[in-house]
């Protein structure tokens, strides 16, 4: 086993998917292909709201693939911190709505 988890090489053995599961593992891609695929929402918009769900499911690989991707459509340094933000924010309000279930327990 490796000591990190999230190196490289980590990474590089979840390709074992594809020897094992081929069908899926197209149907996942052509799903994914279609979701970041120009629509209502332009390309950048679905890659700065990645960037930000990325940040708060703590995925690495998503953070920095989907901040590759989200320049490479357009966004600006800026616009990707500023995407960032709303997932801070957005996790802190989620510890903030939990409180109530603390305050139920201290009444």
Same mark, same amino acid.
Do not use: N, W
């Given at each position: 086993?490796?000591?990190? +988890?999230?190196? &490289?090489?980590?990474?590089? /053995?979840?390709?074992?998917?594809?020897?094992? /599961?081929?069908?899926?593992?197209?149907a996942?891609?052509? +799903?994914?292909? /279609?979701? +970041? !695929?120009?629509? &209502?929402? !332009?390309? &950048?918009?679905?890659?700065?709201?990645?960037?930000?769900?990325?940040?708060i499911?703590q995925?690495?690989?998503?953070?920095?693939?989907?901040?590759?991707?989200?320049?490479?459509?357009?966004?600006?340094?800026?616009e990707?911190?500023e995407?960032?933000?709303?997932?801070?924010?957005?996790?802190a309000?989620?510890?903030?709505?939990? !409180?109530?279930?603390?305050?139920?327990?201290?009444?």
């Amino acid at each position: 086993m490796e000591e990190h +988890f999230y190196g &490289k090489k980590a990474i590089e /053995k979840a390709a074992r998917m594809f020897t094992l /599961k081929p069908e899926l593992m197209q149907a996942y891609l052509d +799903f994914d292909g /279609k979701v +970041f !695929s120009e629509g &209502k929402l !332009s390309t &950048k918009t679905k890659e700065l709201a990645a960037v930000a769900c990325a940040h708060i499911t703590q995925c690495p690989y998503c953070i920095e693939g989907h901040t590759q991707r989200a320049k490479k459509a357009g966004a600006t340094d800026e616009e990707i911190a500023e995407a960032i933000f709303v997932a801070v924010a957005m996790r802190a309000g989620g510890s903030m709505a939990h !409180s109530c279930i603390a305050m139920g327990t201290l009444e």
